[in-house]
C-alpha cells in the first residue's frame, strides 16, 4: 500500500502542471481571483465592522480594484502603446548610440561583425497596418481581445464578488464543520494566518513597489525623459517578479532612454537610475519592512517562480510569491509531510522491517 501511494503520489505530482497549463483558461483566472480576494479581505471586515452588509461591502471592494487597475492601465498600456508605434522610427537613433559597441564587437569576431553591419544598413521598414487606438480602461482592452479573454476576466471579477461577499458564511461553515475543539482552532487559526500573511505581504510590497515607481519616476522627470510615470509603473510592475523581473525593467528602460537621448552615456542613465533605487530596495528597505513578518527561503521563491512562470507566463511568476506563501502558510499550520520517514521507516523502501530490527538489535549487541 505504501509503494501504491507512493507511486500514486508521484504520479498526480507529475500531471499536476500539465493538467494546469492545459486548463489555464479555467486555473489562472480563478487562481488570480482567490489570491486577490483573499488580499481583499481585511478590508471587507473594516467595512463590516463599519456596519455595511456584506453584499455591499464586497461589491465596494471589487469597484476600488477595478479602479485602481483602470488607473495602472491608463498610466502604463496607453502611453507605452505610444512608444511601441515609435519604434521603428526610433530605430536610426537606437544604430547611431550603438555604433561605438557595434564597433567594438566587430573587431572581436568576424560573425558578429557581419551581423551586426547587416543590421546597422538594414533599411527601414515603414508599417503599412493601420494602428488601433491605444486601449483605455480594461473593458476596453479586453473588448479588443479575444472573447475568451473578457469572459476570463467577467468570471475572474465573479469570484472576487461571490467569495467576498460569502467570506463570513465559508469562514464559519469551514470552523463549526471540524468534529472536535483543538481542530475548530486549528482551522481558524490557518485561515487567518494566510489571510494576515498574503494580504501583508502584497499591502506592503504594493506600497513598495509604488514609492519605488515614484521614485524613478521623478528621477526620469528630473532627466528630461518622455512619459516618467510610465516608466515608474513599470518599474512598481515588474517589481513584483523577484530577481527577473528588475532585470527586464532594467532592459526596457535602456531600450526607453536610446529611443529618448542622442547619446549613450545619457541614454544608460535611466536603467542606471533603476538599479541603484532596486538595490536599495531589495537589500535596505524590504528586508526591513518584510523580514519581520515573513521569511522565504530564496529557492523556494526561484522553485515556485520558475514552476509558475513556465505553467502561466507573466500572470504566473506575478502569482508566484503569494501563492508561494499561502502553501507555507498552510504547510506549517497543518504539518509538512515526513517524506523520509514514508519511505524508510513504513516499509516502501523496507521488504520487512519486522525482520529487520532484530538484525540491527544483533549487530547492536555484538559491537557492544
Known amino acids: 500500500m505504501a509503494a501504491l501511494t507512493l507511486i500514486a503520489g508521484i504520479g498526480l505530482l507529475l500531471a499536476l502542471p500539465f493538467a494546469l497549463q492545459a486548463g489555464s483558461p479555467f486555473f489562472l483566472p480563478l487562481t488570480a481571483a482567490l489570491v486577490i480576494a483573499i488580499a481583499l479581505v481585511?478590508?471587507?471586515?473594516?467595512?463590516?465592522?463599519?456596519?455595511?452588509?456584506?453584499?455591499?461591502?464586497?461589491?465596494?471592494?471589487?469597484?476600488?480594484?477595478?479602479?485602481?487597475?483602470?488607473?495602472?492601465?491608463?498610466?502604463?498600456?496607453?502611453?507605452?502603446?505610444?512608444?511601441?508605434?515609435?519604434?521603428?522610427?526610433?530605430?536610426?537613433?537606437?544604430?547611431?548610440?550603438?555604433?561605438?559597441?557595434?564597433?567594438?564587437?566587430a573587431n572581436l569576431e568576424q560573425f558578429v561583425n557581419k551581423t551586426l553591419t547587416n543590421f546597422a544598413a538594414a533599411p527601414i521598414r515603414q508599417p503599412?497596418?493601420?494602428?488601433?487606438?491605444?486601449?483605455?480602461?480594461?473593458?476596453?482592452?479586453f473588448a479588443t481581445s479575444a472573447p475568451s479573454a473578457l469572459i476570463e476576466m467577467f468570471f475572474a471579477i465573479l469570484v472576487i464578488y461571490f467569495f467576498l461577499s460569502g467570506w463570513t458564511r465559508l469562514r464559519r461553515g469551514a470552523i463549526t464543520?471540524?468534529?472536535?475543539?483543538?481542530?475548530?482552532?486549528?482551522?481558524?487559526?490557518?485561515?487567518?494566518?494566510?489571510?494576515?500573511?498574503?494580504?501583508?505581504?502584497?499591502?506592503?510590497?504594493?506600497?513598495?513597489?509604488?514609492?519605488?515607481?515614484?521614485?524613478?519616476?521623478?528621477?526620469?522627470?528630473?532627466?528630461?525623459?518622455?512619459?516618467p510615470l510610465m516608466w515608474g509603473g513599470i518599474v512598481a510592475l515588474f517589481n513584483y517578479i523577484p530577481y527577473i523581473g528588475p532585470v527586464i525593467a532594467a532592459v526596457l528602460l535602456a531600450v526607453g532612454g536610446l529611443m529618448s537621448f542622442a547619446d549613450i552615456g545619457w541614454a544608460m542613465v535611466p536603467p542606471a537610475i533603476m538599479i541603484g533605487a532596486h538595490l536599495i530596495e531589495a537589500n535596505f528597505v524590504t528586508p526591513l519592512i518584510v523580514g519581520h513578518r515573513l521569511t522565504i527561503n530564496p529557492i523556494m521563491?526561484?522553485?515556485?517562480?520558475?514552476?509558475?512562470?513556465?505553467?502561466?507566463?507573466?500572470?504566473?511568476?506575478?502569482?508566484?510569491?503569494?501563492?508561494?506563501?499561502?502553501?507555507?502558510?498552510?504547510?506549517?499550520?497543518?504539518?509538512?509531510?515526513?517524506?523520509?520517514?514514508?519511505?524508510?521507516?513504513?516499509?516502501?523502501?523496507?521488504?520487512?522491517p519486522e525482520e529487520a530490527r532484530p538484525h540491527r538489535r544483533a549487530s547492536r549487541d555484538q559491537s557492544g
Not at 510590497?205 to 526620469?220: D, E, K, Q, S
Open 42 to 105: 481585511p478590508l471587507l471586515e473594516w467595512l463590516e465592522r463599519h456596519r455595511m452588509p456584506a453584499p455591499l461591502a464586497a461589491l465596494t471592494c471589487v469597484l476600488l480594484f477595478l479602479v485602481a487597475a483602470n488607473v495602472a492601465l491608463a498610466s502604463i498600456v496607453v502611453p507605452a502603446w505610444q512608444w511601441i508605434r515609435r519604434l521603428p522610427e526610433s530605430i536610426p537613433q537606437i544604430q547611431h548610440n550603438l555604433e561605438p559597441l557595434i564597433r567594438f564587437y
Open 177 to 227: 464543520s471540524r468534529s472536535s475543539f483543538g481542530g475548530a482552532m486549528a482551522t481558524a487559526r490557518v485561515i487567518q494566518d494566510v489571510v494576515d500573511d498574503t494580504s501583508a505581504y502584497l499591502g506592503t510590497i504594493t506600497l513598495i513597489n509604488m514609492t519605488l515607481g515614484l521614485i524613478v519616476a521623478g528621477a526620469l522627470w528630473l532627466l528630461g525623459m518622455p512619459t
Open 301 to 352: 521563491i526561484l522553485i515556485s517562480l520558475s514552476f509558475w512562470g513556465w505553467v502561466w507566463g507573466t500572470t504566473g511568476a506575478l502569482l508566484a510569491v503569494p501563492l508561494l506563501i499561502i502553501i507555507q502558510t498552510v504547510l506549517n499550520a497543518a504539518g509538512k509531510p515526513d517524506i523520509a520517514g514514508f519511505l524508510f521507516e513504513h516499509g516502501t523502501l523496507v521488504s520487512d
Open 128 to 141: 503599412t497596418t493601420v494602428q488601433a487606438p491605444p486601449p483605455r480602461s480594461l473593458l476596453d482592452l
